[in-house]
Antibody, heavy 121, light 108 residues
Framework: EVRLVESGGGLVQPGGSLRLSCAAS????????MSWVRRAPGKGLESVSV???????YYGESVKGRFTISRDNVKNTLHLQMNSLKPEDTAMYYC???????????????WGQGTQVTVSS | SYELTQPPSVSASPGETAKITCSGD??????SSWYQQKAGQAPVLVIY???ERPSGIPERFSGSSSGTTVTLTVTGVQAEDEADYYC???????????FGGGTELTVL
């Protein structure tokens, strides 16, 4: 059974840092397209960062230069290092596994339950 | 940046049919997916590859595509279908996935 469990969220002051983790079981993270997706209060889903199986990464414009996605192949875990946090980063953060439809087109077939990040003074 | 446009809200009475649309230029050549998100829960995939339904998703959920618009149809809406629904597709450069703004389905 595929399972994703996020951790690491919390309350942080503006300018602070957090490191989110997503522990995976039932499949191998390094062989899959993985993404961090967030939902801010009153807003919709937003894919903020992606790591392809080959190691290439993508960041949304709103987080570029501040967030870093990575994976620990030994622990089968996905991470998101978030620096210089802003109040607008407040959201529930989900990790999700992508499955390929056709080349370079994916859908997210498995989601974790999410971890809450609140940026406030 | 590439955008997918959904209506903010749709409503239907139990037993009726609800249709949620999603429009975007790249949908004419990219596949779409749909997710259901109930309050306080993680999103759940209900449709992928425009019209394929994952195992465990009720048959009342179906998807279709026409040109630059894709549609999620819920036939015989039930109270438990009340949720936010999001479409998703690849952006024009295939670098990441884009979500629509979401549609709140209210069961009257």
């Amino acid at each position: 059974e595929v399972r994703l469990v996020e951790s690491g969220g919390g309350l942080v002051q503006p300018g602070g840092s957090l490191r989110l983790s997503c522990a995976a079981s039932g499949f191998t993270v390094r062989n899959n397209y993985m993404s961090w997706v967030r939902r801010a209060p009153g807003k919709g889903l937003e894919s903020v960062s992606v790591i392809f199986s080959g190691g290439d990464t993508y960041y949304g414009e709103s987080v570029k230069g501040r967030f870093t996605i990575s994976r620990d192949n030994v622990k089968n875990t996905l991470h998101l290092q978030m620096n210089s946090l802003k109040p607008e980063d407040t959201a529930m953060y989900y990790c999700a596994r992508g499955s390929v439809v056709v080349s370079a087109q994916y859908y997210f077939d498995s989601w974790g339950q999410g971890t809450q990040v609140t940026v406030s003074s | 940046s590439y955008e997918l446009t959904q209506p903010p809200s749709v409503s239907a009475s139990p037993g009726e049919t609800a249709k949620i649309t999603c429009s975007g230029d790249a949908l004419a050549k990219h596949y779409s997916s749909w997710y259901q998100q109930k309050a306080g829960q993680a999103p759940v995939l209900v449709i992928y590859k425009d019209s394929e339904r994952p195992s465990g998703i009720p048959e009342r959920f179906s998807g279709s595509s026409s040109g630059t618009t894709v549609t999620l149809t819920v036939t015989g809406v039930q109270a438990e279908d009340e949720a936010d629904y999001y479409c998703q597709s690849a952006d024009s450069t295939y670098s990441h996935q884009v979500f629509g703004g979401g549609t709140e389905l209210t069961v009257l």
